[in-house]
C-alpha cells in the first residue's frame, strides 16, 4: 500500500518538474556552431569558403613523399631498440631537508 502512494506521488512530482532532460549531442553541435561563427567573425567572411575541386599531386611531390618515407623505414630499422634504461635519469640529486631550528620559530603562546 505505502510503495504504491508513493509511486504514484513520484509520477506526480516528476509530471510537475521543469526540468528538461540534457541532450548533450544537442549542446555539443550548438558550441561547435558557435566556435565556427566565431572564426568566420575573425576572418570577416559571411560563410565558409566554398571547397576547391580536388587537384592532381605532382609527379615530383609524390616521388619526394614516398623516398623520405621510405629512408624514414630504413633509419628505423637500423636503429638499435631503444633501451629502457636510458629514459630514466642518470644522475641523483639529493636536497637535504633540515628541520627549521629554534629560532625560526615564532613564539608560541
Given at each position: 500500500m505505502e510503495l504504491a502512494?508513493?509511486?504514484?506521488?513520484?509520477?506526480?512530482?516528476?509530471?510537475?518538474?521543469?526540468?528538461?532532460?540534457?541532450?548533450?549531442?544537442?549542446?555539443?553541435?550548438?558550441?561547435?556552431?558557435?566556435?565556427?561563427?566565431?572564426?568566420?567573425?575573425?576572418?570577416?567572411?559571411p560563410a565558409p569558403p566554398a571547397e576547391p575541386p580536388p587537384r592532381a599531386l605532382p609527379e615530383e611531390v609524390r616521388a619526394l613523399y614516398n623516398s623520405t618515407r621510405e629512408l624514414l623505414r630504413q633509419r628505423a630499422r637500423l636503429r638499435p631498440p631503444d633501451d629502457p634504461d636510458e629514459y630514466y635519469a642518470k644522475e641523483l640529486h639529493r636536497f637535504p631537508m633540515e628541520p627549521p631550528g629554534e629560532g625560526e620559530r615564532g613564539p608560541r603562546g
Open positions: 502512494v508513493l509511486l504514484a506521488l513520484l509520477g506526480a512530482a516528476r509530471a510537475l518538474s521543469t526540468c528538461r532532460s540534457l541532450d548533450l549531442e544537442a549542446a555539443r553541435r550548438k558550441r561547435i556552431e558557435a566556435v565556427r561563427g566565431q572564426i568566420l567573425s575573425k576572418l570577416r567572411l
